[in-house]
């Protein structure tokens, strides 16, 4: 299928400099504020990683986790330069100790 036609789902793990209950709720209401209702946003997600799920299999150096998919990868690289994610970025930022980016796309 070509790449034009599917979903372009965008994972990202933010891991804070220090991980406070206020700092997690702090960037998850950001994601919410500046990410969740850009064009071509099929489907938003956010929010704190599971506490309670401590499986061998469960990754668990993050605090926040944001999904955001697209309907296409034209609406995500819009998205990439849209005023509010550049916003969320800089106001974000300095914040962060580390943030890991999925992406991949997926048939509907």
């Known amino acids: 299928m070509a790449a034009d ?17 206020a700092n997690i709720q702090k960037l998850t209401d950001a994601c919410f504020k500046y990410l969740k209702d850009h ?17 061998p299999v469960n990754v668990r150096d993050f605090h926040v986790a944001l ?3 697209f309907k296409s990868k ?20 300095p914040t962060w100790d580390k943030v890991r980016v999925f992406d991949n796309y997926s048939n509907t």
């Open 67 to 69: 999904l955001v998919v």
């Open 39 to 55: 064009p071509g946003v099929a489907f938003f997600a956010a929010g704190p990683l599971v506490a309670e799920l401590e499986r």
């Open 5 to 21: 036609s599917q979903l372009l789902v965008h994972n990202v793990f933010f891991t804070l400099k220090e991980g406070t209950p």
């Open 74 to 93: 034209a609406d995500h690289d819009v998205y990439q330069t849209a005023p509010d994610h550049l916003k969320f970025i800089e106001e974000n930022k």
